[in-house]
């Protein structure tokens, strides 16, 4: 396993669209491995596979259960709605408020290569929600709500 290199906002990469995995490998399970290793290393809990330059529909996510590997996610149902002070490897130091959905459920394929349904609330629902987005070319930094973002870098909120 191995660190690998986040993107960071400015970086074009983060705004396209990843592209769907058709068959899993071992360049694809080495990927997944990096990216839970480098989640790790970076405190977050969680990590799409385009924040280490891999247009690729998998994500990464650790909110208190252990690590789960997630390939070609897909919200087919959502619920509800919180707002969730969100933060992002690809955008460091600045925080906002972003309205997610309470609760979803997914479909989607696992390591094995079966299709399955994962349910979520809480804060799982916010990650799934935010990691996916990555997998669209979207950051949470286009939904923050306005006033809500703070950076740490002391410079003055543009939102």
């Known amino acids: 396993m191995a660190i690998r290199k986040l993107r960071i906002d400015g970086d074009e990469i983060l ?11 071992d360049r694809l399970l080495t990927l997944l491995d990096d990216m839970v290793e480098t989640m790790y290393e970076n405190d977050g809990i969680g990590l799409a ?13 650790d909110v208190g259960e252990g690590p789960v590997k997630i390939l ?4 087919i149902e959502d619920e509800g709605e919180q707002i969730f002070t969100e933060g992002c490897l690809s955008v460091p130091s600045v925080n906002g408020d972003v309205i997610r959905p309470e609760k979803v459920k997914m479909e989607y394929m696992t390591i094995e290569g079966n299709t399955e349904i994962m349910e979520a609330d809480g804060l799982k629902a916010v990650c799934l929600c935010h990691e996916i987005d990555h997998l669209d ?6 939904k923050i709500i306005k006033g809500t973002k703070t950076e740490d870098a002391g410079l003055e909120s543009d939102a």
């Open 15 to 25: 705004r396209k669209k990843s592209k769907k995995i058709e068959k899993v490998d």
């Open 49 to 61: 596979a385009v924040q280490v330059g891999v247009l690729k529909r998998a994500i990464v996510m």
């Open 72 to 75: 070609n996610p897909r919200i």
């Open 137 to 142: 070319g979207v950051l949470f930094i286009d």
